[in-house]
């Protein structure tokens, strides 16, 4: 076990962290929100972290006070956007403790150098705003200074740091409103645990791979596929943007009259003239980020300092303007939505060209407000939505009066198979009038049935029912009941089949073996030989089985 790390672990955890980051940064930068003014969070971070690389790369030493220098001093002349000067200043929090310490570091210190990380973090954003890469950071290092004592080898120590992180992440979405809008979990927040991974693969002696996101991602991406939907603040108006310009600087140089009270002074100006202010550094350097109607006037107050470096204005208006013209160029005529709980259901509604799947079903049905939001998200003038539950279709259609610039047609599915109808029944070249009479037309060509079983003792339907019962359905009552669940599928399946039917469908639950999917299809192939038979996997809670006759 190892209980320390000396300073050549801790370079290495450095690099492996920028290489992992850099591996997964386009999938950092399809979760972030905001369209404007810093681009894409992963790309900036991972420039942060290059940078304080290519510092490191320049010195041979492994001491901490040189490493830790390289790295600090690195990371925030590299610092891009928001992002990647907190992430700067949490490096330099870290690397202020490792630095003045032992040349072995214990878990005992490495959770006093995060909890250094998180304040000087903290401390270098004028309003910091919880919901982001500083609440995980947070969160991680308190509960860093909890275990160190408990998990004194890092084997145990950093995974456990990791995954309080990513429940830190998980939380973002509930501090946040715009990321709870847009579905996703916050982008720095991801970076920062990419981070955390790579170190751990570089203390278990671990491939650096290119598929790394944390649970609380992977949880956004199943809430949410399309990372990269930005309506909700695309669709802004461009008035909404109170400060046009964001406005990025170095001081360097600094006049000899200069001292530390008058870069605090540089910050409250900048406060006063704009927002998302990070003015940051020492008598050697300053680091300043400030969004703000007046850029001039930043660069101005930071003359009276010392010299300007490498000064970065960008029209965030504009940028606003190209990516509405941009979303507005892609809209198309006509969208799909569809509501079912199954990841294959769902993978099977994405490859028939549905644009949005919502989660729900007969256990958890969606609201009218769930709905509308995933409507907005469609970036079509109409948009058909599939409730695939009797229970949904109402809500479905008071869904209508809460969207704004979109027209929704709700096609009266009561069931998946008939969402299946319905969606395969859809040409972009007719027009929405014609689409939703032949999607509703296309519904009467489908028979539906469920398998599940029986959670009460009750008599319905002429059946005798037993808690446990396999049970059979239509959409309108019980048709079917054994002991069995095949045997129940083929008693239903009898049932509901009329002459004109030709293909038999089954859609197997999440509690339902590949294996015996494929042996109850070739029972059902032997009792209906003038049916072709199919099964596909659904993955649909509840239910065993939904069954489709067309």
């Known amino acids: 076990m190892q209980k320390t790390i000396n300073c050549a672990v801790f370079r290495k955890m450095v690099l492996v962290g920028a290489k992992m980051l850099d591996n997964n940064r386009a999938k950092v930068d399809a979760l972030n929100v905001f369209p404007v003014p810093d681009g894409d969070t992963g790309t900036n971070m991972s420039l942060t972290m290059q940078s304080a690389v290519k510092e490191l790369s320049q010195s041979a030493s492994n001491s901490f006070p040189e490493v830790c220098d390289c790295v600090s001093k690195g990371a925030l002349r590299g610092a891009r956007g928001n992002s990647g000067v907190i992430l700067s200043q949490i490096f330099r929090g870290i690397c202020s403790v490792l630095r003045d310490g032992k040349p072995e570091v214990d878990t005992k210190t490495f959770a006093k150098a995060l909890d250094a990380g998180t304040k000087v973090a903290y401390n270098a954003v004028a309003i910091p705003k919880e919901g982001t890469i500083l609440t ?6 308190e509960y860093a200074t909890k275990v160190a004592g408990k ?14 992180g990513d429940k830190a992440l998980a939380k973002t979405p509930e501090l946040l409103p715009v ?11 991801v970076g920062l645990m990419t981070i955390m991974r790579g170190f751990l693969a570089a203390l278990m002696g ?11 991602a992977n949880a956004a991406q199943s809430m949410d596929a399309d990372f990269g939907d930005n309506s909700d603040i695309i669709n802004m108006d461009l008035g909404e943007i109170q400060f046009a310009y964001c406005t990025e600087f170095f001081v360097i140089n600094l006049k000899k009259s200069t001292t530390l009270a008058d870069i605090d002074k540089l910050r409250e100006n900048l406060m006063a003239i704009g927002d998302s202010v990070i003015c940051i550094g020492d008598l050697e350097m300053i680091k ?27 029209n965030m208006l504009e940028q606003n303007r190209a990516l509405r013209a941009k979303r507005e160029a892609e809209k198309k005529d006509q969208g799909m939505l569809a509501v079912c709980a199954g990841e294959g259901l769902s993978d ?5 060209f549905v644009d949005r799947v919502i989660e729900g079903g007969q256990t958890m049905n969606p609201s009218a407000s769930d709905i509308a939001t995933a409507v907005q998200k469609i970036n079509a003038e109409n948009v058909f939505v599939f409730p695939n539950n009797k229970n949904i279709i109402l809500a479905a259609e008071q869904a209508k009066a809460l969207v704004e ?3 929704i047609h709700v096609i009266p599915t009561k069931n998946v198979p008939q969402g299946f109808a319905a969606a395969l029944a859809f040409s972009p070249e007719a027009s929405a009038e014609e689409n939703k009479t032949n ?23 002429g059946f005798s029912i037993k808690e446990g019962d396999i049970i059979g359905l239509d959409d309108k009552k019980i048709l079917a009941k054994s002991g069995s669940v095949d045997e129940t599928v083929l008693k239903l399946l009898d049932k509901l089949k009329e002459d004109y039917h030709e293909v038999i469908t089954l859609y197997y639950g999440e509690d339902v073996q590949e294996s015996d999917a494929q042996a109850l299809a070739a029972k059902v192939q032997e009792a209906f030989p003038d049916c072709d038979v199919d099964f596909h996997y659904g993955g649909q809670p509840v239910y065993f089985y939904l069954l489709s006759l067309e």
Do not use: W
Not at 151 to 164: M, Q
Not at 288 to 314: F, M, Q, S, W
């Open 136 to 141: 995980v950071v947070r969160m991680m290092s």
């Open 206 to 216: 671990d491939e650096i791979v290119s598929e790394v996101q944390t649970e609380a």
């Open 179 to 189: 990321l709870k809008k847009a579905g996703v979990v916050d982008s720095g927040g």
């Open 288 to 314: 300043v980020h400030v969004h703000t109607n007046c850029p001039g006037i930043a660069l101005t107050y930071a003359l009276e300092l010392g010299e300007l470096d490498r000064p970065k204005i960008e």
């Open 405 to 407: 610039n979109r027209t």
């Open 348 to 352: 099977i509604f994405k490859d028939l």
């Open 151 to 164: 998990n004194k080898d890092f084997e145990t120590f950093l995974p456990a740091i990791i995954e309080e």
């Open 439 to 461: 999607m509703i037309h296309a519904l009467d060509n489908v028979k539906s049935g469920q398998v599940t079983h029986a959670v009460r003792t009750t008599s319905v339907n």
